[in-house]
């Protein structure tokens, strides 16, 4: 019995190690098994100060707009102490997810939003709105090699939503 807890105190300190310096060291094995754990905590922060700097700016986003439940779940997360609310954009009368029911994204005349997507050309959202400013996309390290890029659009005037 005491061999059996050594062993397995002993395995479960190796996990947690490995876990909280994952994409710090480079592994063994052909491809990263956390590598789609990392990365996010830095795009939240990017994103953040994208939003504190048009704060400062004198032109705040009403809204960040997500075209996708991970990304909606991992920006609600990261951005919970800023001020700006995270939408979900309902492509459909139904909605797909639980984001999309509970914080879907509702149009306002003239309001000006922060669309992030993974997907270059913003999922099909840009063309629902007049006005259309692609911003710099952010890029971040995640994992051996790898790099998580989210696309930003500055968009306001909805035409259709």
Known sequence: LRG?????????????????TAGSWKLPVKTDP????LGWKDLGTGISSVLS?????QQPY?????????????LIYYLRHDETPVRAW?????PRDHYELTRPYR??????VLLVSQNAAGGGI??????????????????QGGER?????????VTGG
């Open 4 to 20: 059996s807890i050594i062993l397995h105190v002993a395995v479960a300190g190796m996990l947690a190690i490995g876990l909280a």
């Open 34 to 37: 956390v590598a789609r754990l």
């Open 53 to 57: 700097a048009a704060r400062l700016a």
């Open 62 to 74: 009403r809204a960040v707009l997500t075209d996708e439940r991970l990304l909606t779940a991992t």
């Open 90 to 94: 309902r492509a459909t009368a139904k």
């Open 107 to 112: 149009a306002a005349a003239g309001e000006r």
């Open 126 to 143: 840009p063309e629902r709105f007049a006005k259309v400013e692609r911003l710099p996309p952010l890029t971040v390290k995640a994992g």
């Open 149 to 157: 890029t989210l696309h930003l659009f500055a968009l306001s005037g």
